[in-house]
């Protein structure tokens, strides 16, 4: 058995280094077009001044709190059980009232929610407050799909959607459930301020690794930005429950230099152009009647 064995794991153990160098690299693709990895705990890497504030903020602040504070009530509640239970605590105090202890509880997490409140302030001003852009893109949630419109004054004058890519239309690399047709394209290092709007029901853009999450809400009009520091392919999604499909109509924006964005507007003006017969109201006369 000992004979047989040996062979038996020795391929074991090749397979399983196999699996796991494919998966390594698979994991390595992905982190590089920002995406969250299969099984993983904690954010995606950011890539913007606003994403690595919202990491610090998450794993310095929040979590070492949280961590405290579940400790402490965690040695509480063991303590109450092996001290006050009724066996070892026959004869129960009658106390009431505790001044210090009412005090304590009630300024301790007064104290913790300024600590957590100052940075979060700090976090938000930077989120809301937009620098001056260097690159303003209209984005428009669908059910269920996203519209880009890239201005006329910055080089664009044109829009398109970008929908979900089926299972059978997927190529090697492409990610299933994220990929997309036509991808939003952004230079690097530029201050991007993206509008965000909707046709019909409220949607959410979020895009992890830029730390951008901001409603799509219809008849408004919101803002938010990013920069980001390093070219890949970044993906998003749709994070409010806008219907049936909510789960099919991700974010997917490309970085690029500023020469391969320069020149995919070139290209893109003649991709996107429009060829139809451009869009004419009705006029009404005080009667009612359509004026021709």
Same mark, same amino acid.
């Given at each position: 058995m000992t004979r047989n064995f040996r062979p038996i794991r020795t391929g074991l153990e090749r397979m399983s280094a196999?699996?796991?160098?494919?998966?390594?690299?698979?994991?390595?693709?992905?982190?590089? !077009?920002?995406?969250?990895?299969?099984?993983?705990?904690?954010?995606?890497?950011?890539v913007t001044t606003v994403g690595h504030d919202i990491n610090f903020f998450h794993n310095s602040i929040l979590l070492p709190i949280i961590t405290v504070v579940t400790i402490f009530v965690l040695i509480l509640l063991i303590v109450v059980m092996v001290k006050f239970n009724a066996k070892a605590n026959p004869t129960p105090s @009658? $106390?009431?009232?505790?001044?210090?202890?009412?005090?304590? =509880?009630?300024?301790?997490? %007064?104290?913790?929610?300024i600590v957590i409140a100052i940075p979060?302030?700090?976090?938000?001003?930077?989120?809301?407050?937009? /620098?001056?852009?260097?690159? $303003?893109?209209? %984005?428009?949630?669908?059910? =269920?799909? =996203?519209?880009y419109e890239y201005p006329k004054d910055q080089a664009g004058g044109f829009g398109f959607d970008s929908l979900m890519k089926a299972d059978n239309e997927l190529k090697p690399g492409d990610l299933r459930l994220l990929s997309v047709d036509n991808e939003a394209v952004v230079p690097v290092n530029k201050t991007v301020r993206i509008q965000v709007t909707s046709a019909d029901v409220i949607h959410?853009?979020?895009?992890t690794s830029f730390g951008v999450r901001i !409603?799509?809400? /219809?008849?408004?009009?919101?803002?938010?930005?990013?920069?980001?520091? @390093?070219?890949?392919?970044?993906?998003?999604?749709?994070?409010?429950?806008?219907?049936?499909?909510? *789960?099919?109509?991700?974010? *997917?924006?490309?970085? %690029?230099?500023?020469?391969?964005?320069?020149? =995919?507007?070139?290209?893109?003006?003649? @991709?996107?152009?429009?060829?139809?017969?451009?869009?004419?109201?009705a006029e009404y006369d005080a009667s009612g009647v359509v004026r021709q």
């Open positions: 196999l699996m796991a160098g494919a998966s390594l690299m698979v994991s390595s693709a992905l982190a590089s !077009d920002g995406a969250a990895l299969p099984g993983q705990m904690g954010l995606q890497t950011p @009658k $106390t009431t009232h505790h001044v210090g202890l009412e005090v304590a =509880w009630t300024v301790v997490p %007064v104290m913790i929610l979060s302030f700090r976090l938000l001003t930077k989120q809301l407050v937009i /620098p001056q852009a260097d690159v $303003t893109v209209k %984005v428009t949630g669908k059910q =269920w799909y =996203w519209s959410s853009f979020a895009v !409603d799509a809400v /219809p008849g408004r009009l919101n803002e938010s930005w990013f920069r980001a520091e @390093k070219e890949g392919l970044y993906y998003g999604q749709c994070s409010k429950l806008c219907g049936k499909d909510h *789960a099919y109509m991700p974010i *997917a924006i490309r970085v %690029v230099s500023q020469d391969k964005y320069t020149a =995919w507007l070139a290209e893109a003006k003649k @991709k996107f152009a429009s060829t139809g017969t451009p869009l004419t109201y």
